[in-house]
T-cell receptor, first 111, second 112 residues
Framework: GENVEQHPSTLSVQEGDSAVIKCTYS??????FPWYKQELGKRPQLIID???NVGEKKDQRIAVTLNKTAKHFSLHITETQPEDSAVYFC??????????WGAGTKLIIKP | TAGITQAPTSQILAAGRSMTLRCTQD?????MYWYRQDLGLGLRLIHY???????GKGEVPDGYSVSRANTDDFPLTLASAVPSQTSVYFC???????????FGPGTRLTVL
């Protein structure tokens, strides 16, 4: 079956610094690549997504980059703030239109 | 607008009992999904429905059934609960299977 891996599993950064989370996937037919943020005890919420005809997308402090050849995409958060503390999930969509979720990356913002 | 709602919020269930988790959306979304989330893991798809009247199996469908009689509702039934079904269950919906998925608040189920 499809394999999705996220790295690192935990990331601790100083407030104001940048954070980068990488997601690798195995299904070469994947064409939609979202990132979800989940705060403790809350539902997952989409923060940014990219489709396979685009290499990079940016929304204020958040960006996603895609390398389809290497089958990985990354979440970039700049100027991190305390409210960025959460678990982040990548969930590339397979050819059956199903999201295949990574195990998550816990982002800790140190004051 | 309520968006997507789930009931109950939490439930403790004896093994062997049946249970239906409810999910309702008022966004007129065609596609709906049920996921389970276990501690330290990402979400896993149980069942989905791309449009009213149709359903499909996801990654972990065994022990669960769904129905989609209308656009708004997508109940998930556990016919005979087992402890391994202890999890947080999220319902989600999207305009079509090609659009962003929106999640409900979740149901925390404990099977003893």
């Amino acid at each position: 079956g499809e394999n999705v891996e996220q790295h690192p599993s935990t990331l601790s950064v100083q407030e104001g610094d940048s954070a980068v989370i990488k997601c690798t996937y195995s299904d070469s037919a994947s064409n939609y690549f979202p990132w979800y943020k989940q705060e403790l005890g809350k539902r997952p919420q989409l923060i940014i997504d990219i489709r396979s005809n685009v290499g990079e997308k940016k929304d204020q402090r958040i960006a996603v980059t895609l390398n389809k050849t290497a089958k990985h995409f990354s979440l970039h958060i700049t100027e991190t703030q305390p409210e960025d503390s959460a678990v982040y999930f990548c969930a590339p969509r397979n050819s059956n239109y199903q999201l295949i979720w990574g195990a998550g990356t816990k982002l800790i913002i140190k004051p | 607008t309520a968006g997507i709602t789930q009931a109950p919020t939490s439930q403790i269930l004896a093994a062997g009992r049946s249970m239906t988790l409810r999910c309702t959306q008022d966004m007129r979304h065609n596609a709906m999904y049920w996921y389970r989330q276990d501690l330290g893991l990402g979400l896993r798809l149980i069942h989905y429905s791309n449009t009213a009247g149709t359903t499909g199996k996801g990654e972990v469908p065994d022990g669960y059934s769904v129905s989609r009689a209308n656009t708004d509702d997508f109940p998930l039934t556990l016919a005979s609960a087992v402890p391994s079904q202890t999890s947080v269950y999220f319902c989600a919906s999207s305009l079509t299977e090609d659009n962003e998925q929106f999640f409900g608040p979740g149901t925390r189920l404990t099977v003893l």
